[in-house]
Each structure stands twice: as C-alpha cells, then as structure tokens.
C-alpha cells in the first residue's frame, strides 16, 4: 500500500515525530488527567489543520465545555452523548 500524498500534523512536533505524523483515515486514542490537558492538545491540532486548510468538524462526547467554538469560530460543533 502506498503512502498518502497528504500527511496531516497532530500540532506537537514531537508527536509528530513518534506517529510518522497522521495518514487520512488514522485514528488515534489517548488519555487525559483533566480537561486543560485535553484542551491544548486539541487547540494545538486544530491550528494545525487550519493552518492546512483542512475542513474541521468537532464532535464532543462529553458534557464538558465546548473547547473550540468561542476560539475558532468556522468549527463546526456536533455534540454526540452516547
């Protein structure tokens, strides 16, 4: 199988780096103590993508509070409670 012509940035270098970067159709798992940490990591990857000028969609899980809609206002927020 060949490599993608597109690879996409997790928005931390170094993670970029130990993944080989992301491949469309990538998934990813990780686990956060608290909701800050999961903030920046989800602002940093969405920098990434927008600087890309890739189309992102934001789908919260959680009851927590949206962490990109007052930021970045062209996000589109779905929320899914399961």
């Known amino acids: ?13 170094g993670l970029d780096t130990v ?7 990538d998934n990813v798992v990780l686990g956060y103590e608290s909701i800050d940490d999961y903030k920046r990591m989800v602002t ?16 919260r899980f959680a009851d927590h509070p949206r962490l990109l809609e007052r930021m970045i206002p062209d ?7 399961l």
Do not use: E, H, I, Q
């Open 44 to 59: 940093a990857y969405d920098n990434a993508a927008r600087l890309a000028g890739c189309r992102r969609v934001y789908f």
């Open 75 to 81: 996000v589109r927020n779905r929320l899914m409670l």
């Open 19 to 25: 993944l080989g970067g992301l491949d469309p159709g």
């Open 1 to 13: 199988m060949s490599k993608p012509d597109f690879t996409a940035s997790t928005g931390w270098p």
